[in-house]
């Protein structure tokens, strides 16, 4: 029997983040392999006119959830939807439910956290900072509590270029920048946030550098763990393969290059795509949830859940995968197209990249008006172009991440548990997942029927025979500009000639 089903099963477990991607995959295999846990609280603010409960209904009424219900039917009497918002004090949560909360948890998993590159350094530093140290005050005061697992990412110290599973200092101490954010105004605050984040590339990742600290001052006598994911992907095998539900990260990416929107990308092609399954993340969490809580650490252990130095995968070879899928030709064929290196460093300046992409959509969106259709292509392109240029720094890098506690916490399971919980990403196979992956996108994410890909390929031959008029069209006018205007070029052209 799993020793980590049977530690989960009558515990009552507060997950933040909850009815976030990985909230959601983490709910789903704790109700799956352990149906007797007591009770999952979630923190949940009501949104667009729903009410708790409706939202947790929505959560439950997915097919994520499907197997669930098979081994725990009454799965929706065992999620305690607490009202909270995590921007306020004590999350604004009331004295009952904060009494439950303090009197019953046994383990935290603290998920909660702001994505956004660009959000605003104040609200980053409330919700990835301020909150996270809230909850720790919380957690100091639950009699009951066994462990205290924080998700931070692999990219908090992405200023280095090999990352240890270490806690790395800040410059500037979080007290000193959570006091400083209570008094100053927003002008102030934007103006200075450039010289504070240095050589991070963003706001978010520089933010959740600060949580970790946080975590290790704020500690005081709490068994605690960190787990630094890098990029989370679509579920590899659980509970189905390529499920996935939002935008973020790669999964625009992949929308957008799939449907031919994208047809190149300012990248290096040899640069690892560290992609990490959601379900791999999940496993290693409710891993680290038991070790933590029965073993007890003497100190705060840092677990990177990466996929880059034990089993590699480039971007040039994840983006022609993805052409292959959406087009469902042979991988061969695919990597012979002219476009295949949509990820390759093939364009010089960011307006080149701009022109080629912007101009081919406004011509579709004149395409769509001629034809009485509503003109979408250039607002959808301006979208995919902002995306991909916030992700520019991290498609252009690799790095090295140790894995020595993640591999030490492997070695600690039994084969029962490495096999229920499986986190060894050397036995990923990268073709079989992002085929998977993509397909996912298409199924769980834009609803698609996979009956309608030969409609989609020749939505795609229309969009690509567009790109190249334009490109043919931009070559021959610059070419008789040149011709006009310098000798050397009508040299070159007689010549040819």
Same mark, same amino acid.
């Given at each position: 029997m799993s020793m980590i089903a049977a530690f989960y099963g009558g515990k009552s477990i507060l997950i933040t983040g909850a009815t976030g991607f990985l909230g959601k995959v983490l709910m789903e295999k704790l109700f799956r392999t352990s149906p007797d846990l007591k009770v999952i609280y979630i923190l949940v603010r009501p949104k667009a006119g729903q009410t708790l409960q409706q939202r947790v209904f929505q959560i439950l009424n997915?097919?994520?959830?499907?197997?669930?219900?098979?081994?725990?039917?009454?799965?929706?009497?065992? #999620? !305690? &939807?607490?009202? &909270?918002?995590l921007s306020q004090n004590d999350f604004a949560i009331s004295k009952e439910d904060m009494q439950e909360l303090l009197s019953c948890t046994n383990i935290i998993f603290h998920c909660a956290a702001t994505v956004r590159f660009d959000d605003t350094l !104040?609200? &980053?530093v409330q919700l990835n900072v301020t909150a996270t140290r809230q909850l720790l005050l919380m957690a100091s005061q639950m009699p009951k509590l066994e462990a205290f697992i924080h998700i931070s990412t692999a990219y908090s110290n992405c200023n280095l270029k090999h990352i240890d599973e270490v806690i790395y200092p800040c410059p500037v101490e979080p007290k000193k920048i959570i006091d400083s954010l209570e008094w100053l105004d927003d002008a102030i605050i934007e103006e200075i946030a450039p010289k504070l984040i240095r050589d991070w590339p963003n706001i978010y990742t520089y933010t959740k550098a600060l949580g970790e600290m946080v975590v290790q001052q704020e500690s005081r006598n709490l068994n605690i763990a960190i787990i630094r994911p890098s990029i989370v992907g679509a579920t590899w095998q659980e509970p189905f393969p390529g499920w996935v539900d939002n935008i973020n990260g790669p999964n625009g990416l992949i #929308?957008? &290059? %799939?449907? %031919?929107f994208l047809r190149a990308l300012k990248a290096t092609p040899k640069a690892v795509a560290d992609l990490i399954p959601v379900d791999t993340v999940v496993n290693l969490m409710l891993a680290v949830g038991w070790y933590t809580a029965v073993h007890r650490p003497k100190s705060t252990l840092v677990y990177h859940s990466t996929s880059g130095n034990l089993n590699p995968c480039n971007w040039h070879k994840m983006g022609v995968q993805v052409l292959a899928t959406f087009e469902k030709i042979p991988l061969e064929r695919a990597f012979r197209r002219p476009y295949a290196n949509f990820t390759s460093n093939n364009f010089t300046s960011q307006y080149w990249n701009a022109v080629s992409h912007r101009a081919p959509a406004i011509i579709y969106d004149c395409y769509l008006r001629l034809t009485g259709r509503k003109p979408r292509m250039t607002k959808v392109m301006n979208q995919i172009l902002r995306t991909a240029s916030m992700l520019e720094y991290f498609i252009n890098r690799s790095w090295e991440w140790s894995t020595y506690n993640t591999e030490m916490l492997m070695s600690e399971l039994s084969p029962e548990d490495q096999r229920v919980f499986n986190f060894d990403v050397r036995q990923l196979n990268w073709l079989e997942y992002i085929e998977n992956y993509v397909l996912g996108v298409k199924k769980y994410l834009l609803k698609e029927d996979m009956a309608g890909i030969p409609e989609a390929k020749q939505h795609l031959k229309r969009l690509r025979n567009i790109h190249y008029l334009f490109n043919t069209a931009l070559f021959l006018i610059v070419w008789r500009l040149l011709i006009a205007r310098s000798q050397m070029a009508r040299n070159v052209w007689f010549f040819i000639m």
């Open positions: 997915s097919k994520l959830f499907e197997k669930v219900k098979e081994v725990c039917p009454n799965v929706h009497e065992k #999620i !305690r &939807a607490i009202y &909270a918002d !104040r609200h &980053a #929308i957008a &290059a %799939g449907k %031919g």
